[in-house]
């Protein structure tokens, strides 16, 4: 594989806040879990939460597996 074009970083506060507010209102990762303009509501709270608990999936090389769950509704 040829060398990284980038040295990857961790998020910061401000790219999760980011991400957040760039979710569709009126969806939510799946049924019966929280919706997206909850977690837009409440976004700048929960952040400074967040942030850590991110980079710690890469600090200490672990990724829950729930996080890696998918549903796929067929329609």
Known sequence: YPPPKW?????TDRQILQAIRRLKN??????GTIP??????VAELITPHLGPIYR???TLNIYPDEWSRTETIVL
């Open 7 to 11: 040295a990857f970083t961790p998020p």
């Open 36 to 41: 997206n303009d909850i977690f837009k509501a």
């Open 56 to 58: 710690a999936t890469f």
């Open 26 to 31: 009126g969806k939510a990762t799946r049924p």
